[in-house]
């Protein structure tokens, strides 16, 4: 990932998040970190599939002290992930909802644009996926 690639994802990432100390620098050709007031709080792995080009965004969210391992993502959970990634990313917009009939995994908005899932990993906690594709940096520009 290039330095005007890596600087185009974070000022999207910034804007959608409502968070201007969110950026991404390059770590590798197709690697980086996302970064919030300089500290790395995710990994970002670039696809190029078939000339489709995307961004998986990884950030992993611990488990409240005490947790079950496969603790279910209820009403509180939300809650304390909705506070966790608030705090995190500076995005105060962020709300973290249920999803219709599952308990595993909820999903993730700001300003009532989706922008990801959670999901409960065992061994980690919950795991915030986003994926960015290439369009929508160009619909940004």
């Known amino acids: ?22 950026s991404v620098v390059a770590r590798g050709a197709d690697d980086a970190a996302m ?6 709080v995710a990994q970002v792995v670039r696809d190029d599939d078939e000339g489709e080009l995307s961004y998986a965004i990884s950030l992993t969210v611990p488990r409240a002290p005490g947790a079950p391992r496969n603790a279910p993502i209820d009403e509180a959970e939300r809650a304390r992930l909705q506070g966790v990634l608030r705090e995190m990313l500076h995005a105060a917009k962020l709300e973290v909802r249920a999803r219709p009939r599952k308990t595993d995994s909820a999903e993730v908005y700001v300003h009532d644009e989706f922008i990801g899932t959670l999901s409960v990993d065992e061994e980690e906690g919950q795991v915030l996926t986003m994926s960015i594709l290439e369009i929508d940096l160009e619909d940004d520009a």
Not at 35 to 40: C, I, K, N, Y
Request: net charge positive; charged share 20%; no cysteine.
């Open 1 to 22: 990932m290039n330095v005007a690639e890596s600087t185009r994802l974070g000022a999207y990432l910034s804007k959608l998040l409502g968070s201007p100390t969110v």
């Open 35 to 40: 970064l919030v007031d300089g500290r790395a």
